[in-house]
Each structure stands twice: as C-alpha cells, then as structure tokens.
C-alpha cells in the first residue's frame, strides 16, 4: 500500500513539474503547409545570436538577464540569424520584470560600424514590452529603435504617418479594456503583421495598434531580434515563437 501510494505521489509530482517546463512550440500538420515555422527549440540558441552572458535557456523559454554585476553595455539584443523579413507575421510568448523595459525589433538592422556599444546593436522598428498596465508606458507601442521619431505610434491608436507628422484616426482600445486584457505578472501573447507599410499589433488576440508609414525612411524589410535593456537591472523571458513570410504586396 505504502509502494503504491509514493507511486502515485511520484507521478503526480512528476505530471506538474512537466506542465511549469515550456518546450518549443509544435507545429500542426497544416502549419508547415500554410508557411509558418519556429524559431526556438525549446532546448538551445541555435539559429539565435547575442551576449551568452546575458541569454540562456532556462526551464524551455529563452532567458535575457542583466544585474548589478552583470549590466547590459547599452541596449544588446538577441538577434536571429539566417532571418531577413519583408511581409510577415510572428507570434511569440513573453514575460518580464517590472524594474525595465524590453522589445521585439522587426525590419530591423544589425549595427555594426561607428560607435556601437556592444555587438548586437540593432535598430528600427520595435514592438515595445513591459510589465505593466497603464497607458501609455505598456506593452505594444511602436518604438524606433536607434532613430529619431520616438514612440512611432501608441497602444490603442489606429495612425498614419505622413509628410506631416502622425495623424490618429480612430481609438481601438482604452485603459480599462487594455487593464482587463494585459496578464500582470504572467505570460501574454504577442502577435505582429507587417505587410507593405502596414504594421499591426495583437496582444492576446485583441488588436492594440494599427499604423500605416509613410515616412520617407520607411524601413520595409529587415531583421529579426529580442531586447534587453541598458540600465536598471531587468530580466525578460520568451517562448512559442514562430514566424511565417507573407506575399509581398
């Protein structure tokens, strides 16, 4: 009797522990048709690139983190390698610390000549994340990255940026829907469309920006690459993530 119930005990313990382990997401068999792949094994950083004092695989998620001891030399990404996109769409899964700030470059460049404070320095377009929910310094603004224009477009605002300036045009989301939709604390999901000069961003399942550009420094193709952020010290987290190339409009 006692045999049977350590047993028991044993594969209970065992079942729970296997459910808090991420490991790379699976495919369907219809997704591989449609386009989509991973881009993390949930085992290793092949295929990734950045400072491996500061990114690991820890428990099956990508881990970025920076101390008092070991502090990031300005803003350093983890870059994906062998990955140039045009039209697109990715889906990831993240968590952070509240202490600082974190992002997803896309149509991004690698810099790599002038004063670059580390070797993984990438700028241009970038999905900002952070662990909090008061708008508008949330998870999901458009940030250039290395440029000049600032927060590009807000959480909540459906935008245009032209010869003028940026001009909003509708609100898709305010502080009360964005509060209820936001996972303090826990994994949320992120989801980017980039076709032509259109950029949309999905938290969650809900659309929280919609932004048209253009700007004349338009970047319409570049790279892939996860952020950790200069400064107080800060961790950040990533699992799930696939990507799929969409036909150039």
């Known amino acids: 009797m006692f045999r049977c119930r350590l047993t ?18 699976e495919l369907t068999s219809a997704e591989p ?3 989509w792949r991973t881009l993390f094994n949930g ?15 820890r428990d099956g998620v990508i881990h ?3 101390t008092e001891l070991l502090p990031a030399s300005g803003n350093t990404f983890l870059i994906a390698r062998g990955l140039h996109l045009k039209d697109f769409e990715l889906e990831l899964s993240f968590r952070c610390s509240s202490t600082n700030n974190s992002g997803i470059q896309y149509r991004s460049l690698h810099v790599t000549e002038g004063n670059a404070r580390n070797p993984w320095v990438v700028r241009g377009y970038q999905h900002e994340l952070r662990n909090e929910n008061q708008m508008p310094n949330v998870s999901g603004f458009i940030y250039d990255e290395g440029g ?3 927060r590009i477009c807000l959480v909540g605002e459906q935008a245009e940026w032209t010869a003028d300036g940026k001009q909003v045009t509708s609100q898709l989301i305010d502080q009360a829907a964005f509060e209820k939709l936001f996972r303090l604390n826990e994994w949320n999901d992120v989801r980017i469309v980039a076709e032509g000069n ?18 004349a420094h338009l970047l319409r193709e570049g790279i892939l690459a996860l952020q950790l952020h200069a400064g ?13 190339e969409l036909p150039a409009e």
């Open 43 to 57: 085992t290793s950083l092949t295929g990734w690139d950045g400072d491996p004092g500061l990114w690991k695989v």
């Open 232 to 244: 107080k010290p800060m961790w950040v987290e990533f699992r799930d993530i696939r990507v799929r």
């Open 33 to 35: 048709a449609a386009g």
């Open 198 to 215: 259109r950029m949309q961003h999905f938290l969650n399942g809900t659309q929280t920006l919609d932004f048209t550009d253009d700007d």
């Open 148 to 150: 000049k224009r600032g």
């Open 8 to 25: 028991a005990i044993l594969v209970a313990s065992l079942c729970c522990l296997c459910s808090t382990v991420a490991v790379g997401v």
């Open 64 to 66: 970025g983190e920076t």
